[in-house]
């Protein structure tokens, strides 16, 4: 069973930068496709992007061109760089590995 463990999040002003990682354990990590979703107050989970075990990412319209998802399978750790932030990316950020496995989550406060 693979454990995950976000980091990185802060409080950070509109059109700055953070980068959050996702550190697994516990299980083979380049087996993984990895997952990052977001849940913003008061509203419904939403899949950020993901990138698979080749390499190959996919992004949420929301976020394209601004986040890049990347992972490093020696160090089992995936990256979420977050560039050109909006108040609208205030979040809790959990990456996944499939259903019901999950990281405890890293909050992002974007400020105007």
């Known amino acids: 069973q693979v454990r995950l463990v976000e980091s990185g999040g802060g409080l950070v002003q509109a059109g700055g930068s953070l980068s959050l990682s996702c550190a697994a354990s516990g299980s083979t990590f380049s087996f993984y496709a990895i997952e990052w979703y977001r849940r913003a107050p008061a509203k419904q989970r939403e899949l950020v992007g993901t990138i698979n075990v080749s390499g190959s990412t996919h992004y949420a319209d929301s976020v394209k061109g601004r986040f890049t998802i990347s992972r490093d399978n020696a160090k089992s750790m995936a990256y979420l760089q977050m560039n050109s932030l909006k108040p609208e990316d205030t979040a809790v950020y959990y990456c996944?590995?499939?259903?019901?496995?999950w990281g405890q989550g890293t909050r992002v406060t974007v400020s105007s």
């Open positions: 996944s590995t499939g259903p019901g496995v």
